[in-house]
């Protein structure tokens, strides 16, 4: 009686009825003991309840309702990326102005919104100032310039001293004291000990600063040697002391520099023998210091500046210094 009733249907029905009965041979044939129905099985019986009123007559694998389940998550799904493609609002800030935003928050921890919000602007960026609060980070304390910033602005009123130990021949132990002008990292004075006391480490100020060429700021560390007796006299010369916090050599760049320098470049290479023998190669090694070696900070220049000298000059001749260590090249005329 089916049969007989199969030829009077619409042939488009015969034709939706052979597609769902292979594919549930299709997918019989694929899976084990439980069939597995994927994304695309899934539209494929969403699309014949939704176009084929005979659908239940032909589904085997599944119960009718699994497929109206389907159909309605799909349609929950469907409206949700509809709304969401054209939903109304402000427009989404990009990740490089977020970036941006927060560089130019810790690179001023001066500035608020409202001065970043005006650079923005006259970048070319159009957002409103609330939006830059938004992803401006909070900060845990109040603002305070960066060591950095600091000795920046006060390069040419600050310098900074520190020690440093080479051992001798004979196993003794010599300390070294330099002072180091912060604005063309000129060395200003330096001296040898090998029993360092508060009262040569005063001397030594006085010596470094006489008459009226004493800094305004002196950056040193921790030590203990710096008693009251060099407070006082950093005091007569209108010093004012900055010291480092407490294990912290980074905050004296400069002179932890010029020590690791004259460690590579020339106390690695010698033995010293006593305090002249020390003494005598350090001040050589500062000439060369001063007067020939380039600095990356001072654009591949010395402290002291040396002039360029031009092609056709005369011929380049090479100068040993520091003993041979290092060599000073010039030109030279014939």
Known sequence: MAALCSCFRNRNDVHLEILALRHQVAVLQQAGRRPRLGPADRWLWIVLYRVWNGWRDSLHIVKPATVVRWHRTAFRKYWTWKSQARRQGRPAVSAEIRKLIRTMNRSNPLWGAPRIHGELLKLGIDIGRTTVAKYMPRRTSDPSPTWKSFLNNHLDQTVALDFFVVPTLTFRILFVRVILAHDRRRLLHFNVTSHPTAEWTRQQLVEAFPWDSAPRYLLRDRDKIYGAIFKQEARNLDIEEVVTAYRSPWQNPFAE???????????????????VSLRRTLKLHFLYYGHSRTHLALEKDSPQTRAVQLLGTGPV??????GGVH????????
Do not use: F, K, M
């Open 257 to 275: 520099r010029l020590i690791g320098s004259i460690r590579r470049e020339c106390t690695d290479h010698i033995v010293v023998l006593n305090e």
């Open 317 to 322: 001749v090479e100068l040993p210094q520091v």
């Open 327 to 334: 060599h000073r090249y010039e030109r030279r005329a014939a």
